[in-house]
């Protein structure tokens, strides 16, 4: 008696999906140890002119810091930048608005460290309006 012989079942066909979640998680790491390797500073950027308003409250605290680093809040000369926030703190408390406009005021040749400095011991002594003063712009020219 002879059997019957059924053919073998014909090949399933299947999707590898490995090599597929490989290269992505490849081009993940990549993205991943590039990304912060990229800058701003590498782009190139115009900056635009800046034309300064004239403030029109008259009711404001002036923060200047000088050429050769001499502080001052108002009129008063200040010993260095730790005792600003003290110094301002008591000048926003002694005033009847809290949210009054503190303006830096920073000679141009000064660092931005330094500035960013100033700005820092504004916020830390309260202060919650800040600006920066500038020169008015005419033909182009501070």
Sequence with gaps: MRLKQT??????ARINVTPIIDVALVLVIILLVT???MSMSD??????????RDIERHDF???????????AI???AVAGIGDVPALLRERLAAGRDRDRLVVV???ASLPHRTVRRLLDAARE???RNLGIATAQITDGRP
């Design 74 to 76: 108002d009129e008063t």
């Design 35 to 37: 990304a912060p390797m």
């Design 43 to 52: 782009l190139p950027v115009d900056l635009p002119d800046a034309h300064a």
């Design 7 to 12: 053919p073998p079942p014909p090949p399933m």
């Design 105 to 107: 005021r920073a000679d």
């Design 61 to 71: 605290i002036s923060l200047t810091v000088a050429r050769d680093g001499r502080l």
């Design 125 to 127: 002594g309260g202060a």
